[in-house]
């Protein structure tokens, strides 16, 4: 499968693809010749696309496990080990972010040729980068404007209270004014935007030496996240061709339907409403391609709906008495949403009790199941 760099850069005015790619060949990451990395015909920026027809189950790229970038691969791997109790947060995400800021800040990284492709690390323009008013007043009524402002107080309170006392620490390697706030603000904004999240296996290999360290990664349920270069230059649609599959040795893309040539190589970053891709990606798909786009309802708000529409003070006392009965109960929250998909409710149970809260017992509920949990994303 293996190719030489020329053959997949197809527009050669773009002076960082060319030394990227070749960075690829040295770190054996293997890409099809039958597609290329373009800035041009794409949906945004970089992206891949199709020289010839491709059929469903092609693998498109491998990248080694040696070529991802991780707290697991990063030069400074042992030091994060040795200070891993420190560095415990509730994201999970600040070793990842300390070896980004490293490794993004020195030269002879063997990851700066992929921190190439973004002079000056200019993060995509996510709504955490926007000014408050316009947040304000472009994002009213999404869920965009709390998810930031969650989002924009655990950093600062990260990066004060564990990052730069870690910094301090190790004035040899790290410094407050080159890694700084900002900078940990645009890693974060690279690692919401770029980096994937391996699933987890369900049955481990007890005779494995990284034993611990997975029962360490996996405590908060999920696997750290980690870079993988090379399959953070697909796009994302709903109506995706391609997606990453996880072997023990690499990770491929792959195929999963037929694919002409010309035509862009889409992943899947999720199954996500436009304003979860807004608030991670900093972008929306247009209407209606957005098949997996939802409209989310605080539940607060049927509660503050149920409060209108009672006649008499002894009604509203009612609806409070049994919103604070079922909240105690931890069947609804002031924070719960309820979430409507393009085919039915997401979130079935929740609503049925909310409009029993809300006094609307006898109502039926007029939607079949929508399917499946509600996706969380981190509190990032
Ligand atoms: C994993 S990167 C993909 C590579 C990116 N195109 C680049 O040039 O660096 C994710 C970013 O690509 C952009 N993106 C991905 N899918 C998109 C789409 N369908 N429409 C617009 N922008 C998209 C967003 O800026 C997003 O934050």
Same mark, same amino acid.
């Given at each position: 499968?293996?190719?030489?760099?020329?053959?997949?850069?197809?527009?050669?005015?773009?002076?960082?693809?060319?030394?990227?790619?070749?960075?690829?060949?040295?770190?054996?990451?293997?890409?099809?010749?039958?597609?290329?990395?373009?800035?041009?015909?794409?949906?945004?920026?970089?992206?891949?696309?199709?020289?010839?027809?491709?059929?469903?189950?092609?693998?498109?790229?491998?990248?080694?496990?040696?070529?991802?970038? &991780?707290?697991?691969?990063?030069?400074?791997?042992?030091?994060?080990?040795?200070?891993?109790?420190?560095?415990?947060?509730?994201?999970?995400?600040?070793?990842?972010?300390?070896?980004?800021?490293?490794?993004?800040?020195?030269? &002879?990284?063997?990851?700066?040729?992929?921190?190439?492709?973004?002079?000056?690390?200019?993060?995509?323009?996510?709504?955490?980068?926007? &000014?408050?008013?316009?947040?304000?007043?472009?994002?009213?009524?999404?869920?965009?404007?709390?998810?930031?402002?969650?989002?924009?107080?655990?950093?600062?309170?990260?990066?004060?209270?564990?990052?730069?006392?870690?910094?301090?620490?190790?004035?040899?390697?790290?410094?407050?004014?080159?890694?700084?706030?900002?900078?940990?603000?645009?890693?974060?904004?690279?690692?919401?935007?770029?980096?994937?999240?391996?699933?987890?296996?369900?049955?481990?290999?007890?005779?494995?030496?990284?034993?611990?360290?997975?029962?360490?990664? /996996?405590?908060?349920?999920?696997?750290?996240?980690?870079?993988?270069?090379?399959?953070?230059?697909?796009?994302?649609?709903?109506?995706?061709?391609?997606?990453?599959?996880?072997?023990?040795? &690499?990770?491929?893309?792959?195929?999963?339907?037929?694919?002409?040539?010309? +035509?862009?190589?889409?992943?899947?970053?999720?199954?996500?409403?436009?304003?979860?891709?807004?608030?991670?990606?900093?972008?929306?798909?247009?209407?209606?391609?957005?098949?997996?786009?939802?409209?989310?309802?605080?539940?607060?708000?049927?509660?503050?709906?149920?409060?209108?529409?009672?006649?008499?003070?002894?009604?509203?006392?009612?609806?409070?008495?049994?919103?604070?009965?079922?909240?105690?109960?931890?069947?609804?929250?002031?924070?719960?949403?309820?979430?409507?998909? /393009?085919?039915?409710?997401?979130? @079935? +149970? @929740?609503?049925?009790?909310?409009?029993?809260?809300?006094?609307?017992?006898?109502?039926?509920?007029?939607?079949?199941?929508?399917?499946?949990?509600?996706?969380?994303?981190?509190?990032?």
């Amino acid at each position: 499968m293996g190719s030489c760099p020329a053959q997949v850069v197809e527009d050669e005015g773009d002076a960082l693809l060319l030394p990227f790619l070749q960075w690829c060949q040295k770190v054996n990451i293997q890409l099809n010749p039958k597609v290329y990395v373009s800035t041009q015909g794409t949906v945004w920026q970089y992206g891949m696309l199709a020289r010839e027809d491709l059929p469903a189950g092609e693998v498109i790229f491998s990248v080694p496990r040696s070529a991802l970038l &991780s707290q697991r691969t990063t030069r400074i791997r042992d030091l994060l080990e040795k200070e891993q109790d420190i560095l415990d947060s509730s994201s999970g995400w600040v070793p990842l972010l300390i070896s980004l800021m490293y490794e993004a800040t020195d030269e &002879s990284s063997l990851w700066a040729p992929y921190f190439g492709l973004w002079p000056q690390l200019t993060p995509p323009d996510l709504p955490m980068f926007w &000014s408050e008013d316009e947040r304000l007043q472009l994002l009213k009524g999404t869920g965009v404007i709390e998810a930031v402002k969650g989002d924009l107080e655990n950093m600062e309170r990260e990066y004060s209270d564990i990052v730069l006392p870690f910094i301090r620490k190790h004035p040899k390697m790290f410094c407050p004014q080159k890694h700084s706030l900002d900078l940990y603000k645009r890693m974060v904004a690279f690692v919401m935007a770029y980096s994937f999240q391996e699933p987890l296996q369900e049955e481990e290999d007890d005779d494995d030496d990284d034993d611990d360290d997975d029962e360490e990664d /996996c405590r908060k349920g999920t696997l750290p996240p980690m870079m993988v270069p090379v399959a953070d230059l697909l796009n994302h649609v709903a109506h995706h061709n391609a997606q990453l599959e996880f072997t023990p040795e &690499s990770l491929r893309m792959v195929t999963t339907r037929p694919v002409m040539a010309g +035509d862009e190589l889409f992943n899947t970053y999720g199954e996500m409403g436009n304003w979860q891709l807004l608030h991670m990606y900093g972008f929306a798909e247009p209407h209606p391609n957005n098949s997996n786009e939802t409209a989310d309802i605080p539940t607060a708000t049927l509660q503050e709906a149920a409060l209108l529409g009672a006649e008499s003070e002894e009604e509203r006392a009612q609806v409070r008495d049994r919103w604070t009965f079922l909240c105690h109960m931890g069947m609804v929250s002031e924070e719960g949403t309820l979430v409507f998909g /393009c085919e039915g409710v997401l979130t @079935e +149970d @929740e609503l049925r009790t909310c409009l029993k809260v809300s006094d609307y017992d006898s109502a039926p509920i007029p939607y079949e199941a929508g399917g499946g949990a509600y996706r969380r994303y981190p509190s990032y």
